[in-house]
């Protein structure tokens, strides 16, 4: 899912590249992309686009007349710059917003279509759409550490839930508790001042740090390989290949359709945590240390 990152990046790239110009109108795809009714999707034909924003991992295009299009990308939702007019594609295309220099096409690369836009007049409609997470690169440190400590979640959930942090994900939290040498499962409430504040200069300067780089990468143009699975990334999506750190091998948690990873070594003292996956079929012989799992693999081969 595209997180702060590559929402910021899609919103700086569509305001220099549309702001301004006239959205013609929409093209729906599916049937399922729009979740509105009122005012209707056909309004917004032959509007002048005022601005695109970021709200949480949303797009917000600002309309004339007091529209506004929300539209949030889910998974596998890509925005791609097509010629005026492009055909919408079968199976993957979801939407066509034409303007009279490009037709900007919204795919969906997923059987579950999750991709949603909404169509709402006034921005105090646009406020519904806002889970209240606060935004880590507008607060300092104390006011981190209170929504960080509110209630008693494991750093990962604290981290991606979009109703204490806005705009960070499954990947990117991966990042930032690796490079914070935390581990993924460490209660919020059971972390030292020290580590707080590590945590939350981490959080700042990661976000940072890939949103420029994002943003040199695509330059003037339009970023049409955005992904949550980076070459440059340490940890996300790096299950079984070496730390870049110490050289020990990621380890993962999966549940559901997510999965956590992580270093043992860096991030958890060499304790492995438990991959629901696995442990239900290993039960108590599920692996405690690095150790112990090398020692398994090598007697089983």
């Known amino acids: 899912m595209p997180e702060l990152p590559d929402v910021e990046l899609y919103c700086a790239r569509l305001r220099a590249l549309y702001g301004g110009h006239v959205l013609e109108g929409v093209r729906l795809g599916s049937p399922f992309l729009l979740r509105s009714v009122s005012p209707p999707l056909s309004e917004v034909a032959g ?11 949303r797009i917000v295009w600002e309309l004339e007349g007091d529209l506004f ?25 979801m939407a066509a917003f034409d303007f009279a220099h ?9 059987t579950q279509k999750r991709a949603s836009l909404h169509v709402v007049r006034g921005a105090d409609a646009v406020a519904d759409f806002d889970p209240g997470g606060l935004e880590v690169l507008e607060i300092g440190r104390d006011a981190f550490a209170v929504a960080l400590t509110a209630k008693n979640h494991t750093l990962k959930r604290a981290l991606t839930d979009p109703r204490i942090f806005s705009g960070i994900g499954n990947a990117y939290s ?25 945590l939350y200069e981490t959080t700042k300067a990661a976000l940072v740090r890939w949103s420029e780089r ?14 949550a699975f980076r070459p440059e990334m340490a940890m996300h999506g790096k299950y079984g290949q070496p730390c870049p750190r110490c050289g020990d091998k990621v380890q993962r948690i999966r549940y559901a359709s997510n999965e956590t990873n992580y270093c043992a070594t860096c991030q958890t003292d060499g304790k492995l945590l438990a991959d629901r996956g696995l442990s239900r079929l290993l039960g108590k012989d599920w692996p405690k240390t690095l150790e112990e799992l090398e020692a398994k693999k090598r007697g089983s081969a």
């Open 47 to 57: 509007k002048r686009v005022l601005g695109f924003s970021r709200l949480g991992k």
């Open 69 to 93: 299009m929300v539209l949030h990308l889910m998974i596998a939702g890509r925005l791609h710059e097509k010629k005026p007019g492009t055909k919408v594609p079968a199976k993957v295309g």
């Open 102 to 110: 490009k037709s900007l096409m919204l795919t969906e690369a997923n």
């Open 174 to 198: 991966d990042e930032i508790l690796w490079e914070a040498r935390l581990s993924p499962v460490t209660w919020t409430t059971r972390l030292s001042e020290d580590e707080i504040t590590r």
């Open 214 to 227: 994002l943003a040199a990468e695509v330059g003037e143009g339009f970023p049409e390989k955005v992904t």
